[in-house]
Nanobody
Framework: QLQLVESGGGLVQAGGSLRLSCAAS????????LGWFRQAPGKAREIVAA????????YSADSVKGRFTISGDNAKNTVFLQMNALKPEDTAVYYC????????????WGQGTQVTVSS
């Protein structure tokens, strides 16, 4: 069973940076597509960025384009989300998720990590 654990969240001032990590265990990520999602209080969960090992960053939400970058380290079985130029509206719980092969459904989820951006 694939398990995902996020880390790297915290409190940062607007304009600052954070790097989130999503470490996988139980399975290697080779056959999975990965995504970072976020959910702010009172709002629906939204996808932030998506990644495949073959194509790299395949999707970025308009709200984060040019600021956030998703990447992966196969040797470490870990996916990252580099977040730069953070804004207060980026405040949310961030989740990583995995989908198997060509499936469009994200089946495996981490527990989430809180990101808070102060103005």
């Amino acid at each position: 069973q694939l398990q995902l654990v996020e880390s790297g969240g915290g409190l940062v001032q607007a304009g600052g940076s954070l790097r989130l990590s999503c470490a996988a265990s139980g399975r290697t990520l080779d056959n999975y597509g990965l995504g970072w999602f976020r959910q702010a209080p009172g709002k629906a969960r939204e996808i932030v960025a998506a990644f495949t090992w073959g194509a790299g960053n395949i999707y970025s939400a308009d709200s984060v384009k040019g600021r956030f970058t998703i990447s992966g380290d196969n040797a470490k079985n870990t996916v990252f989300l580099q977040m730069n130029a953070l804004k207060p509206e980026d405040t949310a719980v961030y989740y990583c998720a995995a989908r198997l092969g060509d499936s469009s459904h994200y089946t495996f989820w981490g527990q989430g990590t809180q990101v808070t951006v102060s103005s």
